[in-house]
């Protein structure tokens, strides 16, 4: 009888940040990919976006996506221009607004690029953005529509060259996940294994869509979402938002302007919503609200046409409901908004939510500088993002290669998060029948992440792990292989061919035999997962031990195993007594 392929993930994004989502999942020669997220925030992370991918894209079968945002499905087009040319398998509402969301980024980064040329502050001469509206159309065909909790077998038969083998047949299974509309986790069952992907989880009830569900069938390895591992929104002690609220009725009374950097998807319908019943419940007076963002715009109509994904209690038109409503559509019109004697008194919401690029900067460049105006910022600010400084209280910002100063009251209402905090993301994994074996904290800052890690250990009694970037792990390893069996696993399943460079008479050293000292060329390292085997593996390095391969986490009966290859690569020594 034939052993049938094994199955591994690889973490290529979302660990150790919260951004970039990348889930590699092979089965024999199968390649599966679970979201294909851009880098965002912190410079390293975003030049991550310019590397070549891990694996040949051509190679993958297939993309399993969660939901639209841009962190979750901005790299898609890279994937396709650079040859995949596979099926994005998705919910109708992800397949819309993934669309909206993949449109508006590469216009961002033609535009970013063109600003940078015309006003000389890249360092790439000429820059260049990562892609262009023309290999977003040229991918739109690849999305495929799937229906909420039906089983899907994926038998890669779409297109020649994948497929047929029935060893890697995989089924996939979508549950609501109540984060953004058309949101998903994604239950994935190979022939050796079953592992869920939570994606991001929303809360257990959304202002606006329908709340999330429990999949129905748990699996023994979760990735679930730790963005708010580490801590709890804030319960609302008087009324729900009475600080936004207060500063739109201080802002107005100075006769300031109110600027909500909000994402396009998701964050502006939510905030329209919340703006409406303060108007309605008479806590802020009626004032002119602008949607400044075209995506935003567009972003509600799927959220007022796909009403299925709506609450029951909820009227396609309801979240519409103010009077002075004005959604801002050409570029003169926003420029306008914003400069001297635009308007009177006003909130303006414009994108994107953590001020990274977008019409807001535009406003934040007119509007920070006025004490008499307010910027309210209404959700995730991840590290290193203007959004992020702003809430750290940064006395100057910098935009668009200028500093401009901080003046205007700057508050954070963190009541808008549709991202699950630790009880709600413990509740979720609490549910899961069965319960998993392994959980891997994923889509979080390293603290966050390590905590939830921590949580769910002690509250749940289940091993969790924090994966770090560029892991691979065994999904149906019951017990650690033996020696031999254990280098096969160190085959980077996915990573090109480490390349050594030999020369000299190092290159007629044997890279697999003792050192002339007696050690040897090549050791497996092995421990728990954590500091001490961190140090172990440095103290190697010190020896003069390279890394051969990525690390890698064993799946045992007894818990997670960490486990890194290295080879000797200093100068070979001298032997005992001089004679090399
Ligand atoms: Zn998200």
Redesign the pocket.
């Known amino acids: 009888m034939a052993t049938a392929p094994r199955t591994t993930l690889t973490f290529l994004g979302a660990a150790g940040t919260v951004t970039g989502s990348k889930y590699l999942l092979t089965v024999g020669d199968r390649r599966i990919l679970v979201d294909s997220g851009l880098f965002q925030g912190e410079k390293k992370w975003r030049l991550k976006n310019w590397e070549p991918f891990p694996v040949e894209p051509g190679s993958l079968s297939d993309v399993l996506l969660t939901?639209a945002?841009l962190?979750?499905v901005g790299y898609l087009p890279v994937l396709t221009r650079t040859g995949f040319t596979g099926p994005i398998w998705c919910t109708e509402g992800t397949r819309q607004l993934a669309e909206i969301v993949l449109r508006d980024a590469a216009k961002l980064q033609e535009q970013e690029a063109e600003d940078a040329n015309e006003r000389g502050y890249s360092k790439h001469h000429p820059a260049q953005p990562l892609y262009t509206t023309a290999d977003v159309e040229a991918m739109l065909g690849q999305f495929v529509a799937l229906e909420y909790d039906a089983d899907f077998e994926l038998t890669g038969n779409e297109r020649p060259g994948f497929g047929a083998d029935p060893d890697e047949r995989i089924t996939i299974r979508l549950t609501r996940a109540g984060?953004?509309l058309g949101?998903a986790s994604i239950n994935v069952w190979t022939p050796t294994a079953s592992v869920l992907f939570s994606?991001?989880l929303g809360r257990r009830e959304h202002p606006v869509l329908k709340p999330r569900e429990i999949p129905a069938e748990g699996a023994p390895f979760v990735l679930v979402e730790s963005t708010y591992g580490d801590r709890d929104h804030p319960v609302p002690v008087n009324l729900p938002h009475e600080g936004f609220a207060d500063v739109i009725r201080r802002t107005i009374a100075r006769g300031g302007t109110v600027l909500v950097p909000a994402f396009a998807i998701d964050r502006t319908e939510v905030v329209l919503k919340t703006i409406s019943e303060l108007e309605r419940d008479q806590r802020i007076p009626d004032v002119p609200v602008y949607v400044n963002s075209p995506m935003g715009t567009r972003a509600l109509r799927v959220y007022q046409t796909l009403t299925d994904e709506l609450r029951d209690d909820l009227r396609p038109d309801e979240f519409v409901a103010i009077p002075d409503l004005t959604a801002v559509e050409s570029t003169e019109d926003s420029i306008r908004l914003t400069e001297p004697g635009g308007h009177g008194p006003a909130v303006i919401i414009s994108s994107s939510g953590m001020a990274t690029g977008g019409r807001v900067l535009r406003h934040l460049e007119e509007l920070l500088p006025d004490p008499k105006n307010a910027v309210v910022l209404t959700g995730y600010q991840g590290i290193g993002t203007r959004g992020r400084h702003l809430s750290d209280g940064a006395g100057q910002i910098k935009i668009r290669g200028t500093y401009v100063p901080v003046r205007a009251e700057v508050f954070h209402d963190r009541e808008f998060s549709v991202?699950a905090d630790r009880t709600d993301i413990m509740s979720w994994l609490a549910a899961l029948d069965p319960r998993p074996t392994q959980v891997f904290c994923i889509h979080g800052e390293p603290d966050s992440a390590a905590a939830l890690a921590a949580r769910i250990k002690a509250d749940l009694g289940v091993q969790a792990i924090a994966p770090r970037l560029g892991e691979v792990v065994l999904l149906d390893a019951t017990e650690i292989p033996a020696h031999a069996g254990v280098r096969a696993v160190m085959t980077p399943p996915v990573a090109r061919a480490p390349r050594q460079e030999v020369r000299g008479w190092f290159a007629y050293a044997p890279l697999t035999g003792p050192l002339p000292d007696g050690r040897p060329s090549y050791r497996l390292l092995t421990g728990a997962p954590g500091d001490e085997f961190d140090h172990l593996v440095s103290a190697a390095m010190g020896e003069g031990y390279g890394p051969s391969g990525p690390p890698v986490l064993v799946a045992t009966s007894n818990g997670i195993l960490a486990a890194q290859a290295v080879t000797w690569q200093a100068p070979w020594p001298e032997a005992p007594g001089g004679i090399g």
Do not use: A, M
């Open positions: 939901h945002h962190d979750h984060h953004i949101s994606g991001d991202h």
